[in-house]
């Protein structure tokens, strides 16, 4: 599902970038080679990369305890 329909970021994309090490709204749009336009979709961009920051987070976690 597209969150940024300016800049065509999707759900995915986000959770892409965040296994990649984006951790902000800024390094999402960095990460897919833009800036925002209107944003309108920054909300929608951050909870996505908080989702997906969650999920990530535990298996980082348990690789560095190791
Ligand atoms: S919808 Fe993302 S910048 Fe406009």
Do not use: Q, W
């Not at 800036?35 to 348990?62: Q, R």
């Amino acid at each position: 599902m597209y969150l940024c329909l300016c800049r065509a970021i999707s759900d995915r994309d986000v959770a892409a970038f965040a296994r990649a090490g984006a951790c902000t709204v800024a390094e999402v749009f960095k990460a897919k080679g833009c800036k925002p336009n209107c944003g309108s979709c920054i909300g929608h961009i951050k909870g996505s990369l908080d989702e997906a920051l969650a999920v990530t987070a535990p298996a980082e976690m348990t690789a560095a305890a190791d």
